[in-house]
């Protein structure tokens, strides 16, 4: 399955590290994805994109971003956690469970 995924933070710099932890991961687990990074701001116009992955710290952001995609994507909260996870093994257990989940809900940060 072919997945876009983009990985949001403050100013794109942090988002980029676990962009490309996540999609070593997942190409490790036989995944065709691609993970790029961006801002806020990049997540608000964001277009053909399947996943929005919103750093910890924009938490209070991620309603206004799911309504600004309304319904096109995906949006997850990253954990606390989420720019530790060296190997991305974690972002990955992540996004799958996201996937996994009803659409039509809210995922929980």
Request: aromatic share 2%; charged share 20%; glycine share 8%.
């Amino acid at each position: 399955m072919s997945m876009r995924i983009l990985v949001v933070c403050g100013a794109g710099a942090s988002s980029t590290f676990v962009a490309q932890r996540l999609a070593r991961a997942a190409n490790a687990a036989g995944m065709a994805w691609s993970t790029e990074a961006g801002t806020e701001r990049t997540a608000l116009s964001a277009v053909g994109v399947d996943m929005v992955l919103i750093g910890p710290h924009l938490a209070d952001h991620a309603e206004g971003i799911r309504s600004a995609l309304t319904g096109r994507s995906r949006v997850v909260t990253l954990p606390d956690d989420a720019f530790s996870d060296l190997d991305g093994s974690r972002t990955l257990r992540l996004v799958r469970d996201a996937m996994a989940a009803p659409h039509d809900r809210k995922e929980a940060p």
